[in-house]
Nanobody, 118 residues
Framework: QVQLVESGGGLVQARGSLRLSCEAS????????MGWYRQAPGKQRELVAL???????NYADSVKGRFTISRDNAKNMVYLQMNSLKPEDTGVYYC????????????WGKGTLVTVSS
C-alpha cells in the first residue's frame, strides 16, 4: 500500500501563486509515475500534470506554462508549483500514484482545496 498526503491548498487571488506538496509513504518503490488531478465544483476530475520516475513530465493544455510538477525522490515528495492562477483553477487537487500495472492511478490522496478569487 501507498499513502499520499497533500498539503498547501488555500485561498489566493487571481494571478497569485501556490505550491502544493504531496508526501508519499509505504511501498513507494513500485511507483512508476505520480500526478496531480483536480475536480472543480460540478465537474469531473481531470488530469493536471504527471511526472514519471525518470522525471518526464506531461501537462494539461490549460495549465501549460503556468504550472510545474517536480519530485524529490530522496524525500518521497511531489510538488505542484502553480503560478498565474485563474478562478477556473479552483477545485480540490488530488495527488495520485501509479504502479504501472493497469494504466490507471492506483493510489489517491484525500485532496487539498484550492480557491482562486477574481
Amino acid at each position: 500500500q501507498v499513502q499520499l498526503v497533500e498539503s498547501g491548498g488555500g485561498l489566493v487571488q487571481a494571478r497569485g501563486s501556490l505550491r502544493l506538496s504531496c508526501e508519499a509513504s509505504g511501498r513507494i518503490i513500485n511507483i512508476i509515475r505520480m500526478g496531480w488531478y483536480r475536480q472543480a465544483p460540478g465537474k469531473q476530475r481531470e488530469l493536471v500534470a504527471l511526472i514519471t520516475s525518470l522525471g518526464r513530465t506531461n501537462y494539461a493544455d490549460s495549465v501549460k506554462g503556468r504550472f510545474t510538477i517536480s519530485r524529490d525522490n530522496a524525500k518521497n515528495m511531489v510538488y505542484l508549483q502553480m503560478n498565474s492562477l485563474k478562478p477556473e483553477d479552483t477545485g480540490v487537487y488530488y495527488c495520485a500514484a501509479d504502479r504501472g500495472l493497469s494504466g490507471d492511478m492506483d493510489y489517491w490522496g484525500k485532496g487539498t482545496l484550492v480557491t482562486v478569487s477574481s
